[in-house]
């Protein structure tokens, strides 16, 4: 329990802070009326933000999203799909040009993972 109890600390109103520890230390460490979070634990056990995405994971996606890009921009230009926005043929050699950037984007991003 004593070790348990080392871990757990009181949220409190303003971030903490000499009022947070105040109430903290008056109470003997704990305070029932609040609730209570694990950061010590959470520092332990290595568990981040859920909505955090590291710098590795972030490049992988975008190297994949511009590869599927290129393979779409490559399968244009094999198959000869025609591509009409509002009313305007698009050209081939814009697919081309896109396969080329796309492709470069997607070898960068891949070079850039750690």
Not at 59 to 78: E, I, M, P, Q, Y
Request: charged letters at 15%.
């Amino acid at each position: 329990m004593a070790i348990l109890a080392s871990l757990v600390r009181p949220l409190s109103v303003g971030g903490g802070g000499i009022l947070g520890k105040k109430i903290y230390e008056e109470n003997g460490g704990f305070e029932r009326s609040r609730r209570f979070c694990l950061p010590s634990l959470r520092r332990i056990i290595g568990q981040h933000d859920p909505l955090e995405m590291s710098q590795k994971t972030f490049n992988t996606l975008a190297g994949v999203v511009f590869v599927v890009v290129a393979v779409l921009h490559l399968s244009r230009l094999l198959f000869q799909w025609e591509a009409v926005i509002g009313g305007w043929a698009v050209p081939t050699w814009v697919s081309a040009l896109a396969l080329v950037l796309s492709g470069y984007f997607a070898l960068s991003a891949f070079k850039l993972r750690k």
